[in-house]
């Protein structure tokens, strides 16, 4: 199994480390809810090494990217990051990744851990189809990555830099230190506020020192503590984030998951666009109408749907649940599910066919938790 | 940690106390710990008869949703309601207040069959 540079941190925090996507991965360090809230009232710190970093370099940099990126990314500032598909040739969904632009001529794209390979296939047979010029430079393994989120965080990071807490949402700097170059991002998948910092593998424990100076990992108060994929996944499940291999495939429809504002349906119009991978299987989709979409469920009751669970209305399968937990934040049951598109309209009452039980659901907008907007000083 | 010694345990990690002709049933400290947080218990209701190795509930947790058997045969006489009102009780405290059920045996033999604490422990790499 892979282990990221983060290794010894997860084993000195007793973290329960498991196989995610052939990496060795904490789970959790105290318990998933514990863990959740603490993100939510305050802050915490997630080891997101596994995710896959690959680099985009040359003349026609921007242009491969657009072939294979749903979202335009060709006004794109230096410093700005945008979230994007990365859709196959039926509208289908190959991963959701996050597009740093580096340079006119220099992209860097954050990949899902268990997509990363397939990807690096793909976008090698693209860029050798195309004969576009342009280098593609796995970084995953010289790097590590930590995502900082949570309310408290910005404040914190004020203590290391004052330009990181001035950056906007999807913006990111470079801080070139003396020996080392961070990349520092405002972005996460929790729905809170927060950074995610890439840097060197080998000067991890570096920068490990360094944020200690000013977050004590280790205090059980403290206002940062670490946080494994369990609680993540809950996170992202409140703030109604697609998950690649839940609400994300190769066989759903890139127009029924909920992130049409990552999909540039005209790109292809545009004087520098470029038509991507799977453009036409989608404006045949929209034309036809999608048969099913992505809601959020609120679900009555203590139990917890599962994944892959069946949606009813009456005896009638009307879709199935891709993501569910008991929601710590609402404390209730909560649901991601594909339905009958028009069953998705925020209210309508459904079931989950939970096996010897039937829960009962309610279909609901996305997302299920939003952030509460900091109030400017008075 | 080591598991009680008190006690009896079955592949599938349930503990069974035995006190009289009553076992009181519940599941070990590394389940749960595996399971991570429970968030729901329902056990059947008193008076349910259970075969051996029959069902006597589900406990879910953020993770799973699981089934709860017991290897000795008898009468369900008491659930705990704290575990089912407040099923975190299971998180903290596994081994006592955390029982689930009691049931009334008939045939106390078939735990002879079961695990003691060491050779639980042994299978599942308690220190």
């Keep these: 199994m892979l282990r990221t540079p983060f290794h010894q941190f997860h084993v000195r925090h007793s973290a329960k480390m498991v196989d995610f996507a052939g990496w060795e991965m904490p789970i959790l360090y105290t318990g998933i809810v514990e863990e959740h809230r603490q993100v939510r009232s305050s802050g915490g710190l997630f080891d997101v090494s596994h995710m896959g970093r690959v680099r985009f370099r040359g003349r026609h940099a921007r242009r491969l990217l657009e072939k294979l990126c749903t979202r335009r990314l060709s006004d794109m500032q230096q410093g700005q990051c945008r979230y994007s598909l990365v859709c196959n040739e039926t509208g289908g969904v190959r991963d959701d990744v996050l597009v740093y632009r580096m340079d006119d001529d220099e992209f860097l794209m954050v990949v899902n851990a268990s997509n990363r390979e397939k990807l690096l296939g793909h976008f090698e047979d693209v860029r050798a189809a195309s004969e576009f010029k342009v280098t593609i430079d796995d970084q995953t393994m010289k790097t590590g990555m930590v995502a900082i989120q949570g309310p408290a965080v910005m404040e914190r990071i004020g203590n290391f830099s004052t330009e990181i807490p001035t950056l906007k949402r999807y913006r990111f700097t470079v801080k070139n230190l003396l020996i080392m170059k961070l990349i520092v991002s405002r972005t996460g998948y929790t729905g809170e506020d927060g950074v995610e910092v890439m840097m060197p593998a080998d000067k991890v424990e570096m920068v490990m020192k360094l944020i200690k100076k000013g977050i004590d990992l280790d205090d059980p108060q403290g206002a940062i503590r670490p946080i494994g994929l369990g609680a993540r996944d809950t996170l992202r499940m409140e703030a109604g984030m697609p998950l690649y291999g839940h609400e994300l495939g190769e066989d759903i429809n890139a127009l029924a998951c909920g992130v049409d504002f990552a999909i540039t349906m005209d790109k292809d119009q545009d004087e520098r666009g470029e038509a991507f991978i799977g453009l036409d299987a989608l404006r045949e989709a929209q034309k036809n109408g999608l048969p099913r979409k992505l809601t959020g469920l609120l679900i009555e009751g203590r139990r917890t749907a599962r994944a892959d669970m069946p949606v009813m209305q009456g005896e009638k399968q009307v879709g199935v649940v891709t993501s569910a937990c008991l929601s710590p934040t609402l404390e209730r049951p909560i649901a991601m599910a594909m339905v009958d598109s028009a069953l998705c309209e925020p209210g309508t009452a459904l079931e989950v066919d939970a096996g010897r039980a039937r829960l009962e659901a309610m279909a609901t907008a996305l997302p299920f938790y939003k952030a509460p907007k900091k109030q400017p000083a008075a | ?127």
């Design chain 2, 1 to 127: 940690m080591s598991s009680p010694a008190d006690r009896k345990y079955s592949d599938s990690h349930e503990w069974h106390k035995l006190s009289g002709d009553i076992v009181t049933l519940g599941v070990s400290k590394f389940a749960v710990d595996e399971l991570t947080d429970i968030t729901y218990v329902e056990m059947k209701p008193v008076g349910t008869v259970v075969e051996p190795g029959g069902e006597v509930g589900e406990v879910e947790s953020v993770k799973a949703t699981s089934e709860i058997y017991s290897s000795v045969g008898g009468k369900i006489i008491e659930v705990n309601p704290k575990v089912q009102e407040d099923p975190s009780i299971l998180n903290r405290d596994a081994y006592e207040e955390g029982w689930l059920v009691r049931i009334q045996v008939e045939d106390t033999s078939r735990l002879d069959k079961l695990m003691d604490h060491e050779a639980y422990d042994k299978a599942h790499g308690a220190c």
